[in-house]
């Protein structure tokens, strides 16, 4: 068998922009099979987890 590199062309987890990151994430958040913990965006805030400025994601 030849094993030739295959790239998936769309993986919701592997968006390439905070847009379509949000898009998806929430979509899977909402269709139940993403943690609100596994997000890489920020719901509250629209952008990437890690530019978040408050400490809400493990609150509560
Ligand atoms: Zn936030």
New binding site residues.
């Given amino acids: 068998m030849n094993r030739s590199p295959q790239i998936t062309p769309a993986l919701p987890l592997f968006p390439r922009t905070l847009a379509d990151a949000l898009l998806a994430e929430d979509h899977a958040e909402d269709t139940g099979w993403l943690e609100p913990l596994d997000r890489m965006t ?1 719901r ?2 629209r ?1 990437w ?1 890690r530019d ?3 400490r ?2 493990r609150a509560s």
């Fill in positions: 920020c509250v805030h952008r987890a978040c400025p408050a809400h994601r």
